[in-house]
């Protein structure tokens, strides 16, 4: 079969069974943070992990629901989890050992998430803004990019969007998580 063909070869769709976990991580450093996550085998996605980019990043439904752009994370143990915030808990009505089915597939899509409008907006006006925005590492961008598109108000996200730019542009894409909450709580009160 031509190699060309093999790279048109897409892993299908994955169901999986599984329950609502909360994890306990006793560090002294986190003074016992709990999370919400689902385990996932890793003989269940295998496949999906042999891609050669962003083999972790999935987009998956719970019972057939949504639309959810996550990482498969390392356990430890040689298997995998999803990691669920309490947003997502709530909104589907999630219970500690509730059993559901995910439905996961690879998220192929540049930055792991959806982009905010208001984002590429910005960015097809503000070049710089995109050059100093994607010096930085696929993580922090979709860190600042969910920062953008958590706001249910397009005017907020708009601002958020235009703070995170100015702020990239005038340390030349250097984040500090800190300083850019600094700068934009300072920005806020000019608004």
């Known amino acids: 079969m031509p190699e060309s063909v093999f790279a048109l070869k897409q892993p299908a769709m994955i169901e999986i069974k599984t329950a609502l976990s909360s994890v306990r991580e006793d560090l002294e450093v986190y003074a016992g943070v709990y999370h919400n996550v689902f385990l996932v ?48 808990v709530k909104q589907y009505q999630l219970e500690p050992g509730e059993e559901v089915s995910l439905q996961i597939l690879p998220d192929d899509s540049e930055y792991g998430m959806p982009l905010p409008e208001e984002l590429a907006e910005l960015w097809s006006v503000d070049e710089a803004a995109y050059t100093v925005f994607h010096k930085l590492t696929p993580g922090k961008q979709r860190g600042l990019i969910y920062q953008v598109s958590k706001p249910k108000g397009a005017a907020t996200r708009i601002k958020k969007a235009v703070q995170i730019c100015e702020y990239l542009k005038s340390v030349n894409g250097k984040l500090d998580q800190k300083e850019l909450n600094a700068y934009m709580k300072a920005d806020n009160e000019n608004w």
């Open 41 to 88: 085998k890793k003989s269940a996605v295998g496949e999906l992990l042999k891609r050669e980019k962003n083999a972790t990043r999935i987009i998956f439904s719970i019972n057939g629901k949504g639309r959810i752009h996550r990482a498969l994370s390392p356990s430890g143990d040689g298997e995998y989890f999803i990691l669920i915030n309490q947003d997502i």
